[in-house]
Each structure stands twice: as structure tokens, then as C-alpha cells.
């Protein structure tokens, strides 16, 4: 009998006949049918692989992670973390939390949809931030018996508590972080004060606190002003003034320590900068701090005039220090600084000398161009009024133009703010003829106070 393999049908399996001699059967020969179960390869087995196998992320960071499905051709994976900290998207997007205590480990898992059994893991390393501490104000001088109050800000860590400690044990400090000095001091020197992290013990962060010795109280000081600015090019003079002179000369400081506006868009906290082309309100000197020298025996100093701006509102200019020439001890304040008010008007419009002129000519026009201000920072329009050359055959033309929009537009924005009540303005004509017909412009604003000066200019 010949050998013979063959597949069946309904089995992944093997059968096997073959001839079979059994003693006792003499010559006959039987023929047995044997079965060999022989296990073949799975069909399409599936693998899940993940991709990057390793990350290190800080808080609110994120991560894509992708998943390779061979064995199948549904390559769909479920994505999950373990543990909960931060979350996981459909497409495999991980996002660190918000905020990280301690450096932790979360498991990355993407499962295969066609085999749960199937899957792949990648741990993400979770890594707090650095612990930072921060302390305002860095430095202080303070008078006997004078406290300031420190803070401190901490960053990094769940617990921003921090523990407050003096350099050397000269006056105190509360738990809170008010600083006070000692009663009496004989000689100045300096106090370091320390935040330091109650989360880590290792970060803090330091300010300074100039001790200056006991002096005699300052005698009463007022501020004069000779009077209220009219105009935006008025600059007020100021005087310091003693009710006692001091016998030794003494250095004061005065600076301008408020700005409240009395004009449209600006926020409450505006200063005039001059960053733009607006004026800066500061001193004639420069800056708003300044420095005179009060003469021995003198009951008055002139202190420097102030540069006003160009928007509306109030300034205050304000007594900051008194102290003995050259370095010396500082003279006591009383709680309230002596100072003064300068108001700024709110003004017609103020167009700027020479600034007017006739621009970008060209066959089918020009512009009428000026640079101006107005302190309420609001615009309603312009006249703009034309003079015929002589022989010219045209009686000449008046045009209103209205501007409040463009005006508005112009004081909400960064620059305009920036520019405080200063603005280019630059208005388009349609013309066509002779240039040389027009002898001159003549322009004037108007705003929510009323009309500016006429401005004009030859063609």
C-alpha cells in the first residue's frame, strides 16, 4: 500500500495511512488509519507596540504617543493611564496635570480594539517644578520704632507657606512678615530679612532693611505751587517750605507719586510716559524723581517746575525723604507725605506750531497733515478752509469733516494710549488742477471743550 498524506475539510489537521503488519494477522495485512493532530500557525496573531517608549514631561505639558497594530487590519487602540494624573485623549495626546507635587511615574497603555488581550505600555516620568521663593519690597530704610510689611511669593510647590527670620536679632518680625525696627538705633546699619520655604528649607529668598540712627523730627513742610497750568506748555513752579529752618543742610526728595486721568479710554492705573509722541509728564529736570538741597537756616528751596503732559487729570507731587546732606541720617516724616495737586485742564484742542502742511501732492490730490493734542482725548471733527490765489478762477471751499469715530478708534488703542492726548492727523483731498490755484489752508479742531486756534499754512 502506498503512503499517502491528505488535509481534511473541516480540521487544521493532518491524516496519515499507512500499512500496519500485527503478528498473529499472517500474511493479511490490515490497514489502521491514524491521526496525527499537528497544531499549525495561528492565523493574523496580534502585536501592539507604542511609540515614544520613554517621556519626562513638567506640569501642563503634553505628549503624542502612537500605537502599532500588526496581525489585523483593525489598527484601533483604546488609550488609558495609570494612574489617574492628567488625562489621555482619543488620539493618544497625554497631558501632564496642572501641578506636580513630587516626581511620580504614570503608565501610558494603548489596548488593541480587535484583541484586548493585545497591548503596550510607556511610562512618563512626572517631574515637579523647581521650588522658587521671591520677597518684595528687596529693601527698605525705615526710622526707629518704623515697621514694613514683606511678602513673599512661592512657586513650585503646594505648600507656599514661609517662615520669616532676621539677620542679625535687631528689632523684629511677625509670622506675617511685618518688619519693625527697634525703638532706638545708635548708630545705622543694616537688618537682613529671610523667606524661607517651609515646603523646602533649602529655598528663600532675602531683603535688606537699612537702620538709620534716632534724629530729630522733621519740622512742619509744605508744598506751594504758583498756580494752575492754563495751557499744556505751562510748567507749575514749585517751593518746598519749613515752618523751622534746619541748622545743616539737608537733601530732599520729591517725586510725582500719581496720575488720576480726567479723559476718555484710558485704565485707571495711566501715567503719561511720553512712550508715543505725547508729552511725559515729569519734572523740567527730567524723571519723576528729584533731589534739591535745602540751604542751612533756610525756611524755603524752589523745587524743579513740572512738565505737565498732555492729558487731562490730576498730578500729586510728594515730599519722599528728608535727611542731612551727604548720606546722612534720614529726618522723620510725618505719616502722611507732605504734598501738592497740579490739575491739568481739560483744553480745546491744541494744534501744534508750524505743524501744518500740505502733503503727498499728487495729479488727483493732496493732504492736509498737522500733529496736535487734546487733553479730554476726544475729537468731533475738523474745518479745513481753502484761500484761492489771486486770478484764480474759484471762490476757494470750506470743508467739515467729521472725526469722532477715527478719533475713538485712535484713543482706545495701545499707541494711542501710549501717545496720551497727542495725535497725527491726516486728512485726503480729491483735486484736480492747478496747485498753485490754492493760495492757503486753514484748519481748526474740534473736541467735547470746544474749538482749537486757527491754523494755517501757505500753499
Not at 490490515?30 to 519626562?56: D, H, M, N, R, Y
Not at 480729491?430 to 474749538?451: E, H, P, Q, R, Y
Amino acid at each position: 500500500m502506498s503512503n499517502v498524506i491528505r488535509r481534511t475539510s473541516d480540521m487544521n489537521q493532518r491524516s496519515l495511512l499507512f500499512p500496519l503488519w500485527w503478528p498473529g494477522w499472517g500474511v493479511s495485512w490490515g490497514a489502521l488509519l491514524l491521526f496525527c493532530v499537528l497544531a499549525s500557525p495561528a492565523e493574523g496573531q496580534v502585536t501592539v507596540s507604542i511609540s515614544p517608549t520613554l517621556s519626562a514631561l513638567s506640569a501642563g505639558q503634553s505628549q503624542q504617543f502612537s500605537a502599532t497594530v500588526v496581525g489585523n487590519a483593525n489598527t484601533a487602540v483604546t488609550w488609558s493611564i495609570s494612574p489617574s494624573m492628567g488625562g489621555i485623549s482619543a488620539t493618544g495626546v497625554y497631558t501632564a496635570p496642572a501641578s506636580i507635587a513630587s516626581q511620580q511615574v504614570v503608565t501610558v497603555k494603548a489596548t488593541s480594539q480587535v484583541d484586548p488581550t493585545k497591548s503596550a505600555t510607556a511610562p512618563v516620568t512626572l517631574l515637579p517644578a523647581a521650588i522658587t521663593v521671591q520677597i518684595s519690597p528687596l529693601a527698605a530704610t525705615l526710622s526707629p520704632g518704623q515697621s514694613r510689611q514683606f511678602t513673599a511669593n512661592v512657586t513650585g510647590a503646594a505648600n507656599t507657606a514661609v517662615t520669616w527670620s532676621i539677620a542679625p536679632n535687631v528689632g523684629g518680625i511677625s509670622p506675617a512678615g511685618v518688619y519693625t525696627a527697634p525703638t532706638a538705633i545708635a548708630t545705622a546699619q543694616q537688618v537682613t530679612v529671610t523667606a524661607t520655604s517651609q515646603a523646602d528649607a533649602t529655598k528663600s529668598a532675602s531683603a535688606t532693611v537699612a537702620l538709620t540712627e534716632s534724629v530729630t523730627a522733621a519740622p512742619s513742610i509744605t508744598i506751594t505751587i504758583s498756580g494752575q497750568p492754563r495751557s499744556i506748555t505751562d510748567q507749575p513752579a514749585l517751593t518746598l517750605k519749613l515752618s523751622e529752618p534746619l541748622p545743616f543742610l539737608a537733601d530732599a526728595q520729591v517725586s510725582i507719586i500719581a496720575f488720576e486721568p480726567n479723559a476718555s479710554a484710558l485704565p485707571v492705573s495711566y501715567f503719561p510716559s511720553g512712550t508715543a509722541t505725547g508729552a511725559a509728564l515729569q519734572f523740567a529736570t527730567g524723571g519723576t524723581t528729584a533731589t534739591v538741597v535745602i540751604p542751612a537756616n533756610s525756611t524755603s528751596c524752589p523745587l524743579p517746575s513740572v512738565q505737565v503732559g498732555d492729558v487731562a487729570g490730576t498730578i500729586t507731587v510728594a515730599l519722599a525723604s528728608l535727611r542731612v546732606s551727604g548720606g546722612g541720617p534720614a529726618l522723620k516724616l510725618p505719616e502722611t507725605s507732605p504734598s501738592t495737586t497740579i490739575t491739568v485742564p481739560r483744553l480745546a484742542p491744541i494744534i501744534a506750531p508750524g505743524s501744518l502742511q500740505v502733503s503727498n501732492t499728487s495729479a488727483s490730490g493732496f493732504s492736509v497733515h498737522l500733529v496736535a493734542s487734546s487733553t479730554p482725548r476726544d475729537l468731533s471733527g475738523a474745518t479745513v478752509t481753502f484761500t484761492p490765489a489771486s486770478g484764480a478762477q474759484w471762490n476757494g471751499a470750506s470743508f467739515s469733516v467729521p472725526l469722532a469715530g477715527s478719533a475713538d478708534a485712535w484713543f482706545s488703542s495701545a499707541l494711542g494710549q501710549a501717545a496720551g492726548g497727542a495725535f497725527d492727523l491726516e486728512i485726503p483731498f480729491t483735486f484736480s488742477g492747478d496747485m498753485k490755484a490754492i493760495a492757503s489752508v486753514a484748519v481748526t479742531l474740534t473736541n467735547s471743550t470746544g474749538v482749537s486756534q486757527t491754523a494755517s499754512v501757505n500753499n
